[in-house]
């Protein structure tokens, strides 16, 4: 299984829009912090990254996307990337995601 960024940002596009919360936590690191979109708290457990996208699953309206052009993939260190993108959702909202991740940490 291809690990890049950009397969990870497609794994979880896929997971968002399946409702799989199993393989949406299985992208996490158990010490994982997320300030979500659809929330005003953030998540820094297992557990709340759970109840979170439970909750988002359960949405029947969902659906994301990925704006190719705003997508930037910047190594910070040979084993470490940055990610950021803008995505939309069925209701227009348009959410800044960010995210990095640490090849060595899989």
């Known amino acids: 299984m291809d690990h890049?960024?950009?397969d990870i940002l497609d794994?979880?596009?896929q997971a968002v829009n399946g409702a799989d919360?199993?393989?949406?936590l299985?992208?996490?690191?158990?010490?994982a912090v997320l300030i979500p979109t659809f929330s005003n708290r953030i998540l820094n457990t297992p557990e709340k990254l759970r109840d979170y996208f439970e909750k988002l699953?359960?949405?029947?309206?969902l659906s994301i996307a990925l704006h190719e052009k705003t997508l930037t993939v910047q190594e910070m260190k040979s084993d470490q990337y940055t990610l950021g993108a803008f995505t939309t959702g069925a209701s227009r909202l348009t959410a800044n995601c960010s995210t990095s991740r640490r090849d060595s940490a899989m």
Do not use: C, F
């Open 26 to 31: 299985n992208l996490y690191d158990p010490h």
């Open 21 to 24: 919360v199993e393989r949406l």
């Open 4 to 6: 890049s960024p950009r």
């Open 11 to 13: 794994q979880w596009m």
């Open 57 to 61: 699953g359960s949405r029947p309206e």
